[in-house]
Nanobody, 116 residues
């Protein structure tokens, strides 16, 4: 049974940092690219970052380039999102996701609130 469990969200002041984790189980984690998405209140879910299966390739949304870093530990079946220089507009529920045979698997998300 596929499971994706996000953690690490919380309340942080503007300019602060958080590291999100997504623990995966029930599939061969090292075989799949992984992605982080986010959904702000009243907005559509958007892609934040993607990392290749081996971790060598990454892509980021323009809005987070230079501030966020996606990484993975295939030995621990975990993907991370390091978020620095956080802004109020980064407030959202953050989800990890992967796709297998045209089916998307999502975690339940972790809430990040950036506010003073």
């Amino acid at each position: 049974q596929v499971q994706l469990v996000e953690s690490g969200g919380g309340l942080v002041q503007p300019g602060g940092s958080l590291r999100l984790s997504c623990a995966a189980s029930g599939f061969t984690f090292s075989s799949y690219p992984m992605s982080w998405y986010r959904q702000a209140p009243g907005k559509e879910r958007e892609l934040v970052a993607t990392i290749s299966s081996a971790g060598a390739g990454t892509n980021y949304a323009d809005s987070v380039k230079g501030r966020f870093t996606i990484s993975r530990d295939n030995a621990r079946n975990t993907v991370y999102l390091q978020m620095n220089s956080l802004k109020p507009e980064d407030t959202a529920v953050y989800y990890c996701k992967f796709r297998r045979v045209a089916v998307d698997y999502w975690g339940k998300g972790t809430l990040v609130t950036v506010s003073s």
